[in-house]
């Protein structure tokens, strides 16, 4: 049996957001969804509403970072490259070797970063942090990190990981970001 295809206007009526419009009709009209299983919502009324964070209960408890970030769109999302202690005119800063003062300009430049797309620290949802030194530097960066989190809000999912050199001489940090924000 061979179906037949729609007719061509009705084919033309369909769009996605009427798609989406008659499915938030049939959520509206009664139908539910089961909430997420073994977890724990972060920072819950204190997050921007179209981003949650969540422990799942079965992982290991850890401070500094989400083991999930969950953001519902539509939104903007934002990818900042990798960001080391550059100045705008591109040294790095503070003497040789000074790792905090490295670490603080580059996160300084992810704020920036994210200014420009119209957002702020709060709207990260994922970092990967990478040090040349991690055993040396890992309390110093949990030092300027704590200066630029907001303690009221869970923070974003990272990952961590030493490396043999960056691309810059000298460079002992860098820090990259992705970021949720709402739609314009």
């Keep these: 049996m061979k179906l037949s295809p729609l007719p061509l206007p009705i084919l033309q009526a369909i769009s996605r957001r009427s798609i989406l419009t008659a499915a938030a009709g ?9 909430p997420a299983l073994a977890q724990t919502v972060l920072g ?3 997050t921007p509403p179209h981003l949650r964070f969540l422990q799942p209960d ?21 990818y900042v490259a990798g960001q080391m202690g ?23 430049n992810v704020r920036g970063a994210l200014a420009a ?42 990952t961590m990981v030493q490396i043999g050199a960056l691309t810059r001489e000298g460079a002992l940090y860098e820090v990259e970001a992705v970021a949720v924000l709402p739609p314009r």
């Excluded at 049939?26 to 089961?34: C, E, F, K």
């Excluded at 591109?90 to 300009?105: R, W």
């Design 26 to 34: 049939v959520l509206a009209a009664g139908a539910s969804i089961p």
């Design 44 to 46: 819950a009324g204190k």
């Design 58 to 78: 079965g992982s290991s408890k850890q401070t500094g970072y989400s083991h999930v970030v969950e953001a519902t769109v539509p939104g903007r999302i934002v």
């Design 86 to 108: 550059l100045d705008s005119n591109g040294n790095l800063v503070g003497a040789p070797g000074d790792f905090k003062a490295q670490a603080t300009q580059a996160w300084e």
């Design 117 to 158: 797309a119209g957002g702020g620290l709060e709207h990260i949802v994922k970092i990967t942090q990478f040090l040349v030194h991690l055993r040396a530097h890992q309390a110093l960066l949990r030092e300027v990190r704590a200066k630029f989190a907001n303690p009221d809000l869970p923070p974003p999912a990272s």
